[in-house]
């Protein structure tokens, strides 16, 4: 591992961190200032992320619309879009930009160096030297364009996704309440852009804000993986930051310093509403937010979080636990605990589903809770279970959702540019041996309650409650500013107004000269998959043979227990045909046993391991959409020292009791709670999932039992049960009867930990499988519940439009295709970038104003499917879908975009996850009948798809074909659907 610097560079520290295999590189370009931290290790997925302090002091959303529109075209890359163009021509395994409240961030990670380089070029030029175009300005961000009624209106792809942001029940939440806990700070205003202030931003504000931020002076860079950082830091240098040494570009620029928020001498009490589809009883959201101190001290933020795990580590610690059994309230808020993501941090206590004359009852109740934790002993046991969850989170090597080592630079990137240090992030075993030791004094951790919660002045206390004219009042008010400029026009301005819609339009029809940026071509692909093989050998008790997958891998002084029950064709049918089966997998574990209630199984749970967790693994059939695979997964994850977590999982399978009726209705109303606030965020994958309900057994198991028609089931069992106790009882008995099912099953083991530990840890297993208990119902329950008219749900609705709180569409279509194992499955999956990236990206999101949209193949529902979202249009949207295959059947096509769409689907397969989860994902393939050798295959046959194989499938799946619709749609909308032909659905 090369450490040598390059000359442009200078060391400011170097430091080994053995617990992560990595050597830190602090460094500082001599000429800029521009901060560089390199993560040297040997990891072949090298990442990097270049971020900038950015304060805007407005809500127009400056930063957000400038990190959109700086991947629009450089001094180097002229190209309209080079960084969607780069995600086609690319083996990146993540590439994105984000702005948070004070900084913004442009990541990407590849396994390829050739890629690697690439990537870094189209980012460097893009970030320092941005065309910054009027035109892209227009698009991304917003502009006014006329109806066909000569009238103005908003247009700007941001401007629409911050519409469908502020949609979301916690957007609205969070931002009524930060301006009151940040009152003269950045953190006062969104920096995402609040959708009536967007249109106040204009072309001149956006550059001056980019010269004033985006200087090296202002930004930090970030590296990782076993490329030698010498190598990185000459493309920086010589590709950016050696320009800046002039009058045009000095040296020096700005360096912005976060500023400490101005303290309240008292508490206030706030009152706003938020955006609902009803109005019905406890909908009432308070929230009780305190400001902390700065981030950069290392050991206070650490004490800090201990503070916050004493009171809310697990369901059984005291302030979580008065939260969740609260009878003025159906859940904790959403925003609880430790915020640490801003330069002050912060702590946040509420409930929702409440009431609005409850307030002071709610605030007085959490303060008298508090008092009552600091006045009083706190075990050693309960402290212990905190640092045992803070180790545990230090050890977990990531990767499965994001690079593990974009993750590592995220969690260190907001110390840095607040000015701290995040080494402290990244070795935090100095700082956790010192709180070890400060939690042995007496009161130390009720003092910490003391000073920063009880005593703390600067405290807002948020009431907020559901509107349901407040969407249609935000429209209104759009309209009527709309109504006055329109008033004051005038017809040179009108002129000028149809100039710029014309030259967008030309701007966008344009083809861009993508042979200016660099590429990979498929000579730069794999031959091989990556494949994680483990050892199968079988574990004897007396209760039998049980089949063993052991992984040995690097785990950082973890083990990855998971206990597997396959599900055969009997049982599977019993099991995935039961419609309590996605609650069932939500109360598992959250429940107590017959040796434990549940808050004090929580306790338990926490002080051993990272949690029991219930899932269930399926697939459908290579060949026959109507069959699945089915596992029923129950797993945990803890520290080699902790054994005692295989015995959880056996607690969890043979002792769970679903008896305490109390404690399930509070985990089903935050269960239903949080499912409805999320619907706006993930509205695509519901309106996909909606379209595609009909095309195969999973398909429709799914959108029955897991999709809007289950949310609308548990929400009518909870207004129900409210006044009829006895559902409680036979909801508790059916789920009884659902957990006897499996748990006299056989069992598989997968293992994945460190060579050394499997002997003891499979010793372990083998004890708790010895003592398994099977338990047999002989009296079925046979009471029914509103969970059973799930089973009837057909799909034979046709066209399908849920009416959600948003102020943007959410749409989908879906065709009925081909299951994994059929000939034409690889034409259909290159396909679906194939028409993403040639027509469906320029058409929904350029021009429609979409924040996105495109096609996917999914195999388990066995249907090809279009989709857009945060999208102000619906008709059109559907339109485009149609017109993207005629768009295919009716032009000839550049190879290069077949090897584009090739690319893209190959990356996507060798992205890699952590070690733990590349090993699971690699087990549950090959259960699932999708070995290495069936996955080789797979690659081949995409790699070897032509231009004419995609027509082909388009004609035979496509074209002209039977298909369903979805859409998720705004309250306001329904005459408009109805018209489109939509059936139209509701929650309430």
Not at 199 to 215: C, E, R
Not at 418 to 430: A, M, S
Not at 489 to 508: C, N, P
Not at 945 to 958: F, G, H, P
């Amino acid at each position: 591992m090369t450490t040598t610097l390059h000359d442009s560079f200078e060391l400011v520290e170097s430091r080994s961190i053995d617990a992560l295999g990595i050597t830190v590189l602090t460094s500082r370009h001599r000429a800029t200032g521009a901060m560089h931290y390199h993560l040297a290790c040997d990891n072949q997925e090298n990442a990097l992320m270049i971020g900038f302090a950015t304060q805007p002091m407005t809500s127009r959303g400056e930063a957000h619309i400038l990190e959109h529109v700086v991947l629009c075209g450089s001094e180097k890359y002229p190209v309209r879009d080079p960084f969607f163009s780069m995600v086609k021509r690319s083996l990146n395994t993540f590439m994105n930009a984000m702005t948070a409240s004070d900084w913004t961030v442009y990541p990407f990670a590849s396994q390829n160096k050739k890629d690697f380089f690439n990537l870094l070029s189209v980012y460097m030029d893009a970030v320092f030297f941005p065309n910054i175009h009027p035109l892209d300005f227009a698009q991304e961000g917003i502009r006014i364009e006329l109806d066909e009624h000569d009238k103005p209106e908003y247009h700007g792809i941001v401007f629409n996704e911050m519409k469908g942001a502020m949609s979301s029940e916690l957007e609205q939440l969070y931002y009524a309440l930060v301006p009151h806990l940040f009152p003269t700070t950045t953190y006062h205003y969104n920096s995402g852009g609040n959708p009536a202030d967007i249109p106040k931003l204009n072309h001149a504000d956006l550059v001056a804000f980019h010269q004033t931020h985006y200087h090296p002076s202002n930004a930090i860079i970030m590296s990782f993986g076993d490329i030698a950082v010498g190598e990185i830091q000459a493309k920086l240098h010589n590709d950016a930051l050696a320009r800046f040494d002039d009058n045009q570009k000095a040296a020096k620029g700005k360096k912005f310093t976060s500023i400490k928020e101005q303290d309240l001498t008292a508490p206030v009490a706030v009152q706003d509403t938020y955006s609902a589809d009803t109005d019905d009883k406890n909908m009432t959201h308070h929230v009780l937010a305190w400001l902390l101190p700065t981030i950069t001290d290392p050991r206070l933020r650490l004490s800090l979080r201990l503070m916050e795990g004493v009171l809310i580590e697990h369901s059984g610690s005291p302030l979580r636990a008065y939260l969740e059994s609260h009878p003025l309230a159906s859940a904790p808020s959403p925003l609880l605990g430790l915020d640490d993501s801003h330069y002050h941090m912060a702590f946040y206590a509420g409930l929702r589903g409440s009431e609005v004359e409850y307030a002071q009852a709610v605030e007085q109740g959490i303060l008298d809770l508090l008092r009552d934790v600091a006045n009083n002993p706190i075990s050693d046991e309960v402290i212990q279970t905190v640092l045992h969850q803070i180790e545990i989170d230090q050890r977990h090597i990531g990767g499965d959702s994001m690079p593990y080592g974009l993750t590592l630079m995220l969690e260190g990137f907001s110390t840095a540019i607040h000015g701290g240090n995040p080494l402290d992030v990244w070795q935090i075993d100095e700082h956790l041996a010192w709180l070890k030791q400060q939690a042995q004094q007496p009161n130390w951790v009720q003092n910490l309650i003391k000073t920063h919660l009880i005593d703390n002045p600067h405290r807002v206390r948020l009431t907020m409650s559901p509107d349901t004219q407040k969407a249609a009042r935000l429209l209104a008010d759009e309209k009527a500013a709309l109504a006055q400029l329109d008033s004051t026009l005038s017809d040179d301005e009108r002129a000028k107004i149809r100039q710029q819609m014309a030259d967008l339009q030309a701007r966008q029809a344009t083809p861009d000269d993508v042979d200016l940026l660099p590429k990979v071509g498929l000579d730069d692909v794999p031959s091989d998959v990556a494949f994680t093989h483990g050892t199968q050998t079988t574990l004897t008790t007396s209760h039998g043979t049980y089949p063993v997958h052991l992984y040995h891998t690097g785990t950082n002084g973890l083990y990855y227990y998971q206990l597997i029950t396959p599900l055969d064709d009997k049982v599977a049918n019993q099991v995935m045909n039961n419609p309590l089966l996605p609650l069932y997998l939500t109360l598992l574990s959250e429940v107590g046993t017959t040796n434990y209630d549940a808050r004090a199984f929580q306790a338990v749970q926490a002080s051993h391991s990272s949690g029991v967790t219930a899932r269930i693994s399926q697939r459908t059939d290579l060949h026959d959409a109507d069959a699945m695979s089915s596992y029923f997964v129950l797993a945990t994850r803890a520290l080699n020292r902790k054994p005692e977590a295989i015995g959880l999982v056996s607690e969890v399978l043979n002792h769970s009791i679903f008896s305490e009726s109390d404690r399930i209705r509070e985990l089903l109303q935050q269960k239903q709670s949080s499912w409805q606030s999320r619907l706006a965020g993930a509205g695509h994958a519901y309106a996909m999932q909606t379209a595609s309900r009909r095309m195969s057994r999973q398909a429709r198991t799914e959108y029955a039992y897991s999709g809007l028609p289950a949310l609308a089931a548990l929400k009518s069992f909870l207004n129900t049960a409210q006044n009829d106790p006895a559902l409680w009882t036979t909801l508790g008995q059916r789920l009884t009867d659902l957990h006897h099912t499996l748990i006299g099953l056989p069992k598989q083991i997968l293992l994945v930990c460190e060579p050394h530990a499997s002997d003891d840890l499979l010793g372990e297993i083998a004890k708790q499988l010895d003592a398994q208990v099977n338990q047999n119902t002989d009296n079925p329950s046979t009471d029914t519940l509103v969970f059973d008219e799930l089973n009837h749900i057909n799909g034979d609705d046709g066209d399908m439009a849920w009416l959600i709180s948003t102020n943007v569409y959410h749409n989908a279509a879906a065709y009925p295709a081909t299951t994994s194992g059929h000939d034409d499955t690889p034409a259909l999956m290159v396909l679906a970038p194939f028409l993403r990236n040639g027509y469906l990206h320029g058409a929904i999101r350029e021009k429609g104003g979409a924040y996105g949209g495109g096609a996917s193949f999914d195999s388990n529902a066995g249907a090809f499917r279009f989709y857009s979202y945060r999208d102000p249009n619906c008709e059109q949207t559907f339109a485009h879908f149609t017109k993207s295959i005629d768009w295919l059947l009716d032009n000839e096509h550049d190879p290069e975009q077949l090897t584009e769409a090739i690319l893209g689907i190959i990356a996507g397969m060798d992205k890699p996850g952590s070690p733990a989860g590349e090993a699971v994902k690699c087990c549950m393939s090959e259960l699932h009948n999708r070995d290495k050798a069936w996955q080789q295959q797979m690659r081949a046959k995409i790699l070897a798809v032509t231009l004419d194989d995609l027509k082909r499938v388009a004609r035979t799946y496509l074209k002209d074909k039977p298909h369903d619709r979805a859409t998720l749609a705004p309250m306001e909308q329904e005459n408009t659907v109805r018209h489109l032909g939509f059936v139209v659905k509701k929650l309430a």
